[in-house]
């Protein structure tokens, strides 16, 4: 069963818009961590954050977490056409290699 | 350092047959996760490989099993393939105790047809 949602399920932006995505989840976490997906093929890993951590940046990313309200989001800025995919939240119940729960995704479309 | 590599990227199967995935896992990692995602869903958690044996496993039945072999790769094998195993399979490497994220293969397309 899927941990939570994404919000939106897709979202259509021009370039160098900025794009907000959200996640929410259902149970305590140890950590929260955002993937991208490229037409169905492997995920790659944008940025972890723990739940002691209200923010973080990884260059035009920035991802902020509300244990308190369990949920999270990530914001691209100057969005351009390559960032067009698929976004996931996974949450991950402890630390180390505990299986990851995703969510359904955000489906981003950036229009050049 | 070489990534996750999963073989093969498609193939198709017909209702009842069995299949064997495979995985090589990214140099340095010694745990390896496998996903189901089916089209349109998020991925869900199959099992999980550390040390040649399970050590932990998702809401998946019997017919689907592994192994690790010594050199980390792994395999995903699903006996009396069903409809609804038709999805995209994730291969994930990872460092026994490092929580700083997965390392994930590009997949096979599984088909049943």
């Known amino acids: 069963s899927q941990q939570g949602e994404e919000d939106p399920q897709a979202l259509s932006i021009q370039e160098g818009e900025n794009a907000t995505m959200n996640c929410s989840y259902k149970?305590?976490?140890?950590?929260l961590q955002w993937y991208r997906q490229n037409s169905g093929r492997g995920l790659v890993h944008l940025i972890l954050?723990?739940?002691?951590?209200r923010e973080k940046h990884s260059g035009r990313l920035r991802v902020t977490l509300d244990t308190s309200k369990k949920s999270s989001s990530l914001l691209i800025t100057a969005s351009r056409a390559a960032d067009t995919a698929s976004y996931f939240c996974?949450?991950?119940?402890?630390?180390?290699?505990?299986?990851?729960?995703f969510g359904k995704g955000t489906r981003l479309s950036v229009i050049a | 350092e070489t990534g996750v590599t999963q073989s093969p990227t498609h193939l198709i199967k017909t209702r009842g047959q069995q299949v064997t995935l495979r995985c090589s896992s990214q140099?340095?990692?010694?745990?390896v996760s496998w996903y189901q995602q089916a089209l349109g869903q998020g991925p869900q958690f199959i099992f999980q490989?550390?040390?040649?044996?399970?050590?932990g496993r998702g809401n998946f039945p019997p017919r689907f099993s592994g192994l690790q072999f010594p050199n980390y790769s792994s395999e995903l094998n699903v006996n009396a393939l069903e409809l609804d195993d038709s999805a995209l399979y994730l291969c994930?490497?990872?460092?026994?105790?490092?929580?700083?994220?997965?390392?994930f293969g590009s997949g096979t397309r599984l088909t049943i047809v």
């Open positions: 994930a490497s990872s460092l026994a105790g490092d929580s700083g994220g997965y390392t």
């Open positions: 149970t305590s976490i140890n950590n």
């Open positions: 954050i723990r739940s002691n951590e």
């Open positions: 996974a949450t991950a119940k402890n630390s180390g290699n505990t299986p990851l729960v």
């Open positions: 140099s340095g990692h010694n745990t």
């Open positions: 490989y550390y040390r040649e044996e399970e050590n």
